[in-house]
């Protein structure tokens, strides 16, 4: 079991919005900690999508947005496009486990 | 352009050792911490190592403490994870990734390599 929580799986077709959540409790992302996004596609490198809650590096596009309150956060995917069919995760430090600690994963397929 | 390559996967058997390497190029080294980060087969990304930017300071997910260690050697832009006492559940793909951030707790791994598959079984 994972310290944060995500759903398996979710599903959009193509040019649609979908959303990722992650949650959390008062040892992670309720005691402030940020929380970051990556994706993974299989076999590849993962990769960052979204660090410090809300910002995106260079070169990822705007159609990727962070969000967090209180013990969770969400990750937001608008226009959608085949290519963003990956695996997601999150990320944040926990206090109690004294480390780094990642939701289950995501599993995203684009119709 | 920042490149991490792992090396140093392959099988071994229950009880046994294993060094992983990470060789680091396209940036400033001595900057960064760098962690290891699992992935079981069929499962998600788990944390399992990190060492701070001088090698002075180190962490371990409590599954491994006692078994690996973490080091760097920022004269050669590398990484290496010890890994003893094998076991069946360190079965995974493991990456090298760069960290970032400046609070410890707000760290995240900005680039990462290509991963080397770690197979312990008899």
């Known amino acids: 079991q994972s310290v944060l929580t995500q759903p398996p799986s979710v599903s959009g077709a193509p040019g649609q919005r979908v959303t990722i959540s992650c949650t959390g409790s008062?040892?992670?992302?309720?005691?402030?900690?940020?929380v970051h996004w990556y994706q993974h596609p299989p076999g590849t490198a993962p990769k960052v999508l979204v660090y410090g809650n809300t910002n995106r590096p260079s070169g990822v596009p705007d159609r990727f947005s962070g969000s967090k309150s209180g013990t969770s956060a969400s990750l937001a995917i608008t226009g959608l496009q085949a290519e963003d069919e990956s695996d997601y995760y999150c990320q944040s430090y926990d206090s109690r486990l004294r480390g780094w600690v990642f939701g289950g994963g995501t599993k995203l397929t684009v119709l | 352009e920042v490149q991490l390559l792992e090396s140093g996967g392959g099988l071994v058997q229950p009880g046994g050792s294993l060094k992983l390497s990470c060789a680091a190029s396209g940036f400033t080294f001595s900057c960064c911490a760098v962690s290891w980060v699992r992935q079981a087969p069929g499962k998600g990304l788990e944390w399992v190592s990190t060492?701070?930017?001088?090698?002075?300071?180190?962490y371990y997910t409590d599954s491994v403490k006692g078994r690996f260690t973490i080091s760097r050697d920022n004269s050669e832009n590398t990484v290496s994870l010890q890994m003893n006492s094998l076991r069946v559940e360190d079965t995974a793909t493991y990456y090298c990734?760069?960290?970032?951030?400046?609070?410890?707790?707000?760290?995240?791994?900005?680039?990462w390599g290509r991963g080397t598959l770690v197979t312990v079984s008899s």
């Open positions: 990734a760069k960290g970032a951030g400046f609070r410890l707790a707000d760290w995240y791994f900005d680039f």
């Open positions: 008062n040892s992670n992302i309720g005691a402030d900690y940020d």
């Open positions: 060492i701070n930017n001088n090698g002075g300071t180190t």
